[in-house]
């Protein structure tokens, strides 16, 4: 086989949450692009509509499904809703999570609890749900989006950051625990320039943040699906229980803001 064959992901199934914008929409597009059928879940109606309408542009089949991560049933609903309408799931990212800045002391119990659901708890308990689906067939593939905010100490990141690191750990746990049947990946992404950052990017902020990334510049969206493809097509099927660094060499925090 041709070596960049080995990227396609001809008929597969894929589900992507957080699908409707930002990495979880430049994953999703990107699997299409190499032949995937992708079910894009979020909680904007509107936007997932959008990506699956792009990605059946590409060729493959598109779902849109609305879900909330941090409702288990929703998540039930949407592996019911690939299985049913698509007849299989190969592939999981778990992409959709995130949280503001916050001191210790501004976090309260519910804000830390909700931080756990959201970035963390979401990807196990969906995985939970999708790996009998993988098991039964040709095995697959999870990738779980991390952060570099889960190796990288900066204040006010308590919350967040412990959720990606233990979403990071979990990532090597469950690929133990599944090999060589499913290969459980994590990308620990650094600053990307998404919707969630791009109102803080002033001129005079942007300048920063490069200068303290070593290659110079802010990610895109585009730098992280592509990472993305290599761990979960075939290109990668000597990859199991990694955290690979997409995140422009940073060794230590590119956040400028007190």
């Not at 929409?25 to 509509?49: P, T």
């Not at 049913?84 to 778990?94: Q, T, Y």
């Not at 075939?234 to 590119?254: M, R």
Request: aromatic share 6%.
């Amino acid at each position: 086989m041709p070596l960049l064959d080995r990227f396609r992901l001809t008929d597969k199934v894929a589900i992507v949450t957080g699908a409707g914008r930002g990495i979880g929409q430049a994953i999703a597009l990107a699997f299409a692009e190499m032949g995937a059928h992708v079910v894009c879940a979020a909680r904007s109606e509107a936007e997932i509509e959008a990506t699956a309408a792009r990605a059946r542009s590409l060729g493959p089949r598109a779902l849109a499904v609305r879900c909330d991560v941090t409702e288990p049933a929703q998540l039930d609903d949407l592996v019911r809703r690939a299985i049913a309408e698509l007849g299989r799931i190969d592939l999981l990212v778990n992409n959709a999570g995130g949280f503001p800045p916050m001191k210790l002391l501004d976090t309260d119990l519910p804000s830390w609890e909700w931080c756990l659901r959201f970035n963390l708890t979401s990807a196990f308990v969906l995985t939970r749900a999708c790996l009998p689906h993988m098991l039964e067939r040709d095995g697959g593939a999870v990738l779980n989006i991390s952060s570099a905010a889960g190796r990288i100490v900066r204040s006010g990141f308590v919350a967040y950051g412990t959720a990606k690191a233990a979403l990071s750990f979990m990532t090597r746990q469950l690929a133990a625990e599944f090999a060589p049947r499913v290969r459980v990946n994590a990308l620990a992404v650094g600053a990307v320039e998404t919707s969630a950052l791009r109102p803080f990017l002033t001129d005079e902020i942007r300048r920063q943040m490069e200068a303290m990334t070593p290659m110079r510049r802010i990610g895109t969206v585009e730098d992280v699906a592509l990472a993305a493809l290599w761990l979960c097509s075939p290109a990668g099927s000597w990859v199991t229980g990694k955290v690979v660094e997409v995140d422009g060499g940073t060794e230590s925090t590119n956040w400028p803001f007190d």
